[in-house]
């Protein structure tokens, strides 16, 4: 006990203020995590941040902004490690991320917010290759995002399986272009945005239904009730607005990812 509490000694006090009293400090609302995931996050061609992310961040940053009184500004903290993404949440180095898949590891140590989107790990591979069972998996070298869900359930359900390990879905997906893996395990979203952005034929997800399917939320510092009120207010009018078909609601989210996104 004496052990554990050494451990989490530090990250208590590194996240002793809030992130509602951080903001009103700073005027600033930090927004870590991939800048390579669209349509969730990614830089436009002037280096813009721009997402689905991105949208539900700027929501909460205006939820945010009304609650403290003050205009804050949305800063972006490029993090493309899950593990170093967790843990600067953890320490109150940043003050969420959008776009995140939930996971009972994960929720150990973070809080999430109201689900934004449902999702799940699919292989995605040449057609034909895979039937989308784990037993075709065994012996075969396939691509993950590093310390990623994928990785785990990978390791998980085909221990025989040949696992390489990408810092990114898009170096994952290259490698699997170039012949290096035989198929590459990610969010279904991610993955389809990643084989049409490119142009790229033949391909296939699969199976039909996902190995793991699971919500996906953003991420705040654990134990942070204030701001976590705060942004799932901010979501749940975003979402409400949608559901309503309120247009500037709909057309805000449709770019991302609806019918024709």
Do not use: H
């Not at 180095?93 to 999702?119: H, N, Q």
């Not at 869900?149 to 170039?178: D, H, I, N």
């Not at 979203?189 to 990643?194: D, K």
């Amino acid at each position: 006990m004496l052990a554990l509490l050494a451990v989490l000694a530090p990250t208590a006090q590194a996240r002793a203020e809030s992130v509602v009293e951080r903001a009103a400090r700073t005027g600033e609302l930090v927004l870590a995590g991939s800048p390579d995931m669209p349509p969730l996050l990614s830089l436009d061609a002037q280096g813009q941040l721009q997402g689905y992310g991105v949208l539900v961040a700027g929501t909460i940053q205006a939820q945010l902004s009304a609650a403290v009184g003050r205009p804050l500004k949305l800063r972006f903290q490029p993090i493309s490690d899950p593990a170093a993404l967790g843990q600067s949440l953890a320490e109150g180095k940043v003050d969420l991320a959008c776009g995140v898949p939930f996971s009972w590891e994960r929720d150990m140590m973070l809080d999430y917010t109201l689900p934004i989107a449902l999702s799940g790990l699919r292989l995605l591979s040449p057609a034909g290759r895979f039937d989308g069972s784990p037993a075709a998996l065994a012996g075969r070298r396939i691509g993950v995002v590093a310390n990623s869900l994928a990785e785990t359930e990978l390791r998980g359900m085909q221990p025989a399986a040949v696992v390489v390990g990408f810092p990114s879905l898009a170096a994952a997906f290259k490698a699997l272009q170039a012949g290096q893996v035989q198929g590459v395990i990610g969010d279904t979203l991610l993955l389809a945005n990643q084989a049409r952005a490119a142009g790229a034929q033949g391909l296939a997800l699969t199976p039909e239904l996902p190995y793991e399917r699971y919500a996906v939320a953003c991420a705040v510092p654990e134990n942070d009730s204030a701001f976590r009120n705060l942004a799932n207010l901010a979501i749940a009018q975003l979402l409400q607005g949608y559901v309503d078909g309120q247009p500037e609601a709909v057309a805000a989210v449709d770019r991302w990812v609806g019918p024709s996104s």
